[in-house]
């Protein structure tokens, strides 16, 4: 398996963008996928994530809650990040990972295979 993410970029305070995350392989739909990301000089922290399937389940940090929308596209592998309202803390570079299980989970060690990230910068 293996993730693409893409979409990052600079971006102002209080604006948007939309991270993307292209996964190879014909099981996608069964795992769920996850955001993380990592700002310099700080561990990398959860974001969001959305269970397999049908994607009926979210789980946001309470930092993004309200601002960030993860979904997921079984038809085309791949899954999404909406971040809106943007703030300078939100820079980081951001990573998709694909979980081991089909249930929502904040815990990076049941997600097998990440993505190389794409740096999100907000300027302020």
């Known amino acids: 398996v293996q993730l693409q993410a893409y979409g990052g970029g600079l971006v102002e305070a209080g604006g948007s963008l939309r991270l993307s995350c292209a996964a190879s392989?014909?099981?996608?739909?069964?795992?769920?996928m996850g955001w993380f990301r990592q700002a310099p000089g700080k561990e990398r922290e959860f974001v969001a994530a959305i269970s397999g399937g049908s994607g009926g389940s979210t789980y946001y940090a309470d930092s993004v809650k309200g601002r960030f929308t993860i979904s997921r596209d079984n038809t085309k592998n791949t899954a999404h990040l909406q971040m809106n309202s943007l703030k300078p803390e939100d820079t980081a570079t951001y990573y998709c990972?694909?979980?081991?299980?089909?249930?929502?989970?904040?815990?990076?060690?049941?997600?097998?295979?990440w993505g190389q990230g794409t740096l999100v910068t907000v300027s302020s």
């Open positions: 392989g014909r099981t996608f739909i069964r795992y769920a």
């Open positions: 990972a694909r979980a081991t299980v089909g249930y929502i989970t904040t815990n990076s060690y049941e997600y097998a295979f």
